[in-house]
């Protein structure tokens, strides 16, 4: 049985409020948290920074929000999402600011680890949102939920031009301000979720460490990682990578190279929430077939030589690509509620976690495949190879679950 089902009564309004703030405010934290994917193009003209550097760069703000993620998604069990989220979304606007006032490449690699908060809040609304819905419904919410990545859009289109009028600071510091500001409006138009007011209610004691972990021990976790650190950390990589591929590749100018990189990150967003109504009608594993059959054909045709691929070619795929990425982002989410119903932030915030470190570690291997095989394409052949191994291993875990008459739960099949 649900949250929702359990909990006191609340207005027919609470959760839709709830969803769209959330996703307001998360989309807000996506534009922050990929703020180098436009600002780190400046910094590395600046510092003349090799390509292995601004990877490093880029990726840093990723990993901290992938390591927190685990974190937060206890806190937000523990002491209510609306809290959580708020303190989140104010530490990484402070952090955001002083970056601004970062000279050296080393204070903006530990300015990137403090911007890199507001990548936590996914964990964060994942646990907040999915409790004020049913389970036939959460698909749909959390997809809605998780096309806040559009964020990564809103940076691409609107920071190169107040790159351009003001320098790259003033992008922190507005980013900054406007990530404050969403804090203040989020914490006083929601409430708390309804699974964590019926625990406060009850007067019920927080799980202990060990009992929010324990099914991380089954190896269905890791395989849900490893799904979501190819369709969402593959997502947030190339989301860094594109506009410093399309300069490099084709020589666009930088205005021209993140109004193209938009063009990917918008379908992988937006389309996120029809990932999530899929999921909830299809199933999220027929969802994840159709994923990476596609993505497989498309990292494959995106390895062959840049010069062989034109660029209108390159945008058509890059569009595919990230349509399909997003439909399997919302499916990987839809399992952990429909399979771990009782311990979605923990679940949920690992899951993140592996998929934000493909973020992070995929930009940096980007990078350095570039450097020892000088071939642009080569971050195009290692995601390639990542798909295939996840849809081996999925369909032969799929097999082994037929064979043993195992039945997964209906909004997952």
């Known amino acids: 049985m649900s949250a929702i089902e359990k909990a006191p009564p609340m207005s027919a309004s609470e959760p839709a409020k709830a969803l769209w703030i959330s996703t307001v405010a998360f989309t807000l934290c996506f534009a922050v948290w990929t703020i180098f994917a436009i600002i780190g193009i400046r910094i590395k003209q600046d510092l003349g920074l090799n390509e292995a550097e601004f990877g490093l760069l880029v990726g840093t703000p990723v990993l901290t929000g992938s390591v927190v993620r685990i974190v937060l998604g206890i806190w937000t069990g523990r002491y209510g999402g609306r809290l959580v989220y ?11 600011f002083l970056l601004s006032y970062a000279q050296t490449y080393t204070q903006m690699l530990i300015a990137g680890l403090g911007v890199g908060l507001a990548g936590g809040s996914f964990a964060v609304g994942v646990a907040y949102v999915s409790p004020f819905f049913a389970a036939d419904k959460q698909g749909t919410a959390l997809g809605i939920f998780g096309a806040g990545n559009v964020g990564a859009a809103v940076t691409k289109f609107a920071a190169p031009f107040v790159l351009i009028a003001w320098g790259w600071q003033a992008v922190a510091q507005i980013w900054a301000v406007g990530l404050a500001l969403m804090a203040i409006v989020f914490w006083f138009t929601t409430t708390d979720d309804p699974a964590f007011r019926l625990r406060r209610e009850r007067g019920v004691a927080s799980k202990s460490l060990a009992e929010e972990f324990a099914p991380l021990q089954n190896v269905q976790v890791w395989r849900f990682s490893l799904y979501y650190f190819f369709a969402f950390g593959g997502f947030v990589a190339l989301s860094l990578w594109l506009p410093r591929y399309l300069v490099g590749v084709y020589d666009f100018n930088l205005e021209t190279a993140g109004m193209i990189a938009a063009a990917y990150s918008i379908p992988g967003s937006i389309f996120r929430a029809f990932g999530g109504v899929l999921s909830d009608k299809k199933g ?9 059959a596609v993505s497989a054909v498309a990292t494959l045709v995106l390895s062959l030589p840049a010069s062989a691929i034109t660029p209108a070619i390159f945008i058509v795929v890059i569009f595919v690509l990230g349509f399909f990425m997003s439909l399997g982002k919302a499916a990987v989410y839809k399992h952990i509620p429909a399979y771990y119903p009782e311990n979605v932030g923990a679940v949920g915030g690992i899951v993140g976690m592996m998929g934000g470190l493909g973020g992070f570690i995929l930009p940096i291997t980007f990078g350095l495949l570039k450097d020892m095989t000088g071939l642009w394409s080569s971050c195009f052949l290692l995601l390639f190879a990542i798909v295939a191994i996840s849809l081996i291993w999925m369909h032969l875990s799929v097999k082994q679950l037929s064979r043993q008459g195992h039945s997964a739960p209906v909004a997952a099949t």
Do not use: I
Request: aromatic content about 10%.
């Open 86 to 96: 708020t303190l989140t979304m104010l530490a990484a606007a402070l952090a955001t």
């Open 284 to 292: 999220a594993r027929s969802v994840m077939y159709a994923m990476f």
